[in-house]
């Protein structure tokens, strides 16, 4: 890797996060975080994931979706398995 490194802005990120929360809510700080472990990172990618796989099916039953039956079924076990993650302090990777 050559050159700086680059922080964002909350200026940088309000399009993310309008796509995420929608354009009611904005984004008024960032904190980049520093220092953890690889193990740390791959916690929190895979509660990105989870979190991301409740809520991309459920914007879709949100509207009229075709079978709404998968999309649930995909965002219940995202539900369960978020829940389970943030219980756990030390999840085991399947």
């Known amino acids: 890797m050559t050159g700086t490194r680059t922080s964002l802005t ?7 996060a309008h796509a995420a929360v929608g354009p009611a809510r904005t984004l008024t700080a960032t904190t980049r975080l520093r220092g953890g472990s ?3 990172r791959l916690r929190l990618y895979r ?3 989870h979190l991301s796989l409740v809520s991309g099916p459920l914007r879709l039953l ?3 979706f075709p079978q709404p039956g ?15 993650f ?5 999840p085991r990777v399947p």
Do not use: W
Not at 10 to 16: E, I, K
Not at 86 to 90: I, V
């Open 47 to 49: 509660l990105a994931m």
């Open 38 to 40: 690889k193990k740390d």
């Open 70 to 84: 998968p999309m649930r079924g995909i965002a219940e076990y995202n539900i369960q398995q978020t829940v389970m």
């Open 10 to 16: 909350r200026h940088d990120l309000a399009p993310l």
């Open 86 to 90: 943030l219980e756990d302090p030390n």
């Open 62 to 64: 949100d509207g009229d």
